[in-house]
């Protein structure tokens, strides 16, 4: 069965810093991949995706992410972070029927 | 344009309650689903239908039952409702064989 783990429940980073949000991905085939971020309130947002080729993807508002077989990780970053940038993260893989399996989120706060 | 809408966004009632929870795509997709997040923000797909047939039925209780009219329309009819039905639902579609998903803003369900 599939499966993700994000790590790390709760990361505080001071804007301007570079982030780096993990997870790992279990899948017994070719795994797709996608990262997504909930603000407060609001529903889920597609950041980016990774189907297969360039193992480093770019995504909107300045994120990417690389796919790295080797160590089942698909981890998200970003260069410098904006304090809009403070929300939960969710990792997520697709499997049979489309399902979507996402990881318990990683909550980002950001200090100014 | 809203790309996948739910109604309504906040429901409080009360246990042994029955309640329904709409939602639409204009997306032009043939896959839609629910997903339930906790109060912990874990997110578990519940049911997905593509074409109006169901193709995912998760471990839910069968006082859930979705219904899905046509390719643009599921909604999630809740019989008996009880304290631990307390979620945000969240809707999404995505189009067969593109396993990206797109997601309504929720629908906030307290059961009091």
């Known amino acids: 069965a599939q499966s993700v783990t994000q790590p790390d429940i709760h990361i505080t980073v001071s804007e301007g810093a570079s982030l780096e949000l993990r997870c790992n991905y279990s899948y017994g085939a070719t795994p797709y991949l996608f990262w997504y971020v909930q603000s407060p309130g609001q529903g889920l947002q597609l950041l980016l995706k990774?189907?297969?080729?360039?193992?480093l993807v770019q995504g909107i508002k300045g994120f990417e992410a690389e796919f790295k077989r080797s160590q089942s990780s698909f981890n998200l970053r970003k260069p410098s972070v904006h304090w809009s940038d403070a929300a939960e993260y969710f990792c997520a893989v697709a499997g049979t029927a489309s399902k979507l399996t996402f990881g318990t989120g990683t909550r980002l706060q950001v200090t100014l | 344009d809203t790309a996948v809408s739910q109604t309504p966004k906040y429901l409080v009632t009360q246990m042994g309650n029955d309640k329904s929870i709409k939602c639409e795509q204009n997306l032009g997709h043939d896959t839609m689903y629910w997903y339930k997040q906790d109060s912990k923000k874990f997110l578990k797909i519940m049911f997905s239908y593509n074409n109006k047939e169901l193709i995912i039925n998760e471990t839910v209780p069968n006082r859930f039952s979705p219904k899905s009219p046509d390719k643009a329309h599921l909604n999630l009819h809740i019989n008996s409702l009880e304290l631990g039905d307390s979620a945000v639902y969240f809707c999404?579609?995505?189009?067969?064989?593109?396993?990206?998903?797109?997601f309504g803003p929720g629908t906030r369900l307290t059961v009091t």
């Open positions: 999404a579609s995505s189009q067969t064989d593109y396993y990206e998903q797109y």
């Open positions: 990774y189907f297969s080729g360039d193992t």
